[in-house]
């Protein structure tokens, strides 16, 4: 049986952390999915249309990858897909207690679906989608935590 694993998020946007996970877990896995929440509770910045484009362009190089974007619950998503993994990933203690609740939740949903966590590399420990979001608003530099053609997307977008 193959191996499957969504990668699950808002993406919003993909960063060098994100990306160094996807890597790592593509040698894992025979597939990857990253799975692009449309109906986050958060206000997205980039809409789904850009967050799948962004998406696609900087993982095109990894074989076995596949980016999607989806609107029903995680599990009946993974299901779908045939995917018996959730792959999410922990940066710091804090973390934790969300993504603990929330893999409770969804083995409580679907007991056949595992849960499994990544850590990034330590120089990715400290970039978040939204910390990026807000550096840019103030004018500062991210060219060090997402790719060049996400950078020009986010600036475009914002100025
Ligand atoms: P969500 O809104 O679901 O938290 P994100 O796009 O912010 O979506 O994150 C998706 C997943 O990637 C989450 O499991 C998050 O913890 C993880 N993640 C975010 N940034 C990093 C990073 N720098 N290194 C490793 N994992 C990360």
Redesign the pocket.
Known sequence: MKKIAIY?????PI?N??I??IKRASKLFDAVIIGI?QN?K?TAFLNIDERLKSTKSVVQEIDNIKVMSFDTLLVDFAKSQNAQIIL????AVS?FEY?FQLSGMNKHLNPNIETLFMT?AEQ??N???SLVREILSLGGDISSFVPINVENLLKAKMY
């Open positions: 699950p998020g808002s993406f919003d960063t952390g994100h160094d996970l929440t986050s958060k999410r990933g922990l940066r973390d993504e990034p990715y420990a970039i978040s989608s």
